[in-house]
């Protein structure tokens, strides 16, 4: 019987796998005592029977939770075709082949989809400058708009920065209360020059806009760093890129050199952006992570699909990083449900507590973002959307 039902004149005990209400570190298993329509308690199973007696009891799934937070996706891909395929092979026969499918239409229908998911909030990255009005026109998406920007040319960098500012100031004018904010995303550390990485970045911090980043997907982010060469190198070439590395960074590669490095030795980390990814990364990666206080966001199947690694969760959360969940694009993702990114994360880091992976969906997500979940306590109306129940 629901919860919700007209005639539940007893209290009715909700068990699951994890809780969390949105504040602590939540129950496994867990609880929820409904009665009325209303939230009468939370805690572990055993303490609501004993405080609860007559209580009906029975299963509601295997997560209790706010609504879960994608807290990065590509909406605007959301017409493309999933395909599972090595990332340098990925991008030219998944991106690049279906382009045209990629556009405003597709980012409507991706929020569509949010909106039928229920979604906490969303983390977007708009790369095509007239999807910001449309989205910034929706009630029903909480979050950040992210603006993309690319270009690996040091020379260019102030023109680039000049155009992307008109535009996010521009998409500003229309934010709407309830609605999504406006953020900027320097594409990658090898995508964005030296330069236009520090403009955006300074000009971010200064407007207390929200940046977020794509960080150490695949491992050849490393050999890129270390030695200026590797497949990102190769794939580069066919593209209009400087003629050297050093001259997108503005430094020479070296051996101890990552893009975590880079990013924090250029200032770029200063204002906290959130880095994206964060697979391949090294002992003092996550350390410095740690102590320039940035949020993580994982996209645990995007990952795997795309044969880029494993996010190493346990050591960013023994550094005390706060890591949220995306699914990245449906591209690769394959869906735009976070519960889903959830299950799949639950079998990739067995040894992980789960509740901090429910955490991380809702908790961790709201942080990266700047909302905020409801919170389950008493007195707080019962809403069936917090049984995720496609886990
Ligand atoms: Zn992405």
């Known amino acids: 019987m629901s919860a919700a039902s007209p005639d539940s004149h007893l209290p009715e005990l909700l068990t699951c796998d994890v809780l969390f209400t949105g504040v602590g570190g939540g129950f496994s298993p867990g609880g929820v005592v409904v009665a009325g329509g209303m939230i009468a308690a939370t805690g572990t199973p055993e303490t609501l029977r004993a405080s609860y007696p007559h209580a009906r009891e029975w299963r509601a799934g295997a997560v209790i939770a706010p609504p879960p937070v994608n807290a990065h996706t590509h909406l605007d891909m959301s017409a493309y075709e999933f395909r599972a395929l090595p990332y340098f092979r990925w991008i030219p026969e998944v991106v690049i082949a279906q382009r045209e499918k990629r556009g405003v239409a597709?980012?409507?229908?991706?929020?569509?989809?949010?909106?039928?998911?229920?979604?906490?909030?969303?983390?977007?990255?708009?790369?095509?400058?007239?999807?910001?009005?449309?989205?910034?026109?929706?009630?029903?998406?909480?979050?950040?708009?992210?603006?993309?920007?690319?270009?690996?040319?040091?020379?260019?960098?102030?023109?680039?920065?000049?155009?992307?500012?008109?535009?996010?100031?521009?998409?500003?004018?229309?934010?709407?209360?309830?609605?999504?904010?406006?953020?900027?995303?320097?594409?990658?550390?090898?995508?964005?020059?030296?330069?236009?990485?520090?403009?955006?970045?300074?000009?971010?911090?200064?407007?207390?806009?929200?940046?977020?980043?794509?960080?150490?997907?695949?491992?050849?982010?490393?050999?890129?760093?270390?030695?200026?060469?590797?497949?990102?190198?190769?794939?580069?070439?066919?593209?209009?890129?400087?003629?050297?590395?050093?001259?997108?960074?503005?430094?020479?590669?070296?051996?101890?050199?990552?893009?975590?490095?880079?990013?924090?030795?250029l200032g770029a980390l200063a204002g906290r952006p959130t880095l994206v990814h964060m697979v391949n990364v090294t002992p003092d990666d996550i350390a410095r992570t740690g102590r320039a206080g940035c949020p993580v966001v994982t996209c645990p199947r995007s990952n795997t699909h795309l044969e880029c690694g494993v996010f190493p969760w346990t050591a960013f959360a023994a550094a005390g990083v706060e890591v949220a969940l995306g699914t990245d694009s449906v591209a690769s993702g394959e869906s735009l449900d976070v519960r889903e990114e959830v299950a799949f994360a639950r079998l990739l880091h067995p040894n992980l507590d789960p509740r901090l992976i429910v955490r991380a969906a809702v908790k961790g997500g709201h942080r990266v973002l700047g909302t905020r979940a409801p919170v389950l306590r008493r007195g707080e109306p019962w809403d069936e959307g917090y049984v995720w129940s496609s886990l």
Not at 152 to 166: I, L, M
Not at 178 to 189: A, C, E, K, M, W
């Open 106 to 265: 597709g980012a409507l229908a991706g929020a569509d989809e949010l909106a039928r998911l229920g979604v906490g909030a969303v983390g977007d990255i708009v790369w095509q400058a007239e999807a910001l009005a449309p989205l910034l026109a929706r009630d029903d998406l909480p979050g950040v708009l992210y603006f993309e920007v690319l270009s690996p040319f040091p020379e260019r960098a102030d023109e680039v920065f000049r155009a992307a500012r008109a535009t996010v100031e521009a998409a500003r004018r229309l934010e709407r209360p309830g609605g999504p904010r406006v953020g900027l995303s320097p594409h990658t550390p090898f995508t964005v020059s030296h330069r236009l990485m520090r403009l955006l970045t300074e000009y971010a911090a200064g407007e207390g806009l929200p940046v977020q980043i794509h960080v150490a997907e695949h491992p050849a982010e490393l050999d890129l760093f270390r030695t200026g060469g590797g497949p990102i190198w190769e794939s580069m070439r066919r593209l209009p890129y400087p003629d050297t590395f050093a001259a997108v960074i503005g430094r020479e590669p070296e051996p101890d050199l990552t893009p975590v490095r880079y990013l924090d030795e």
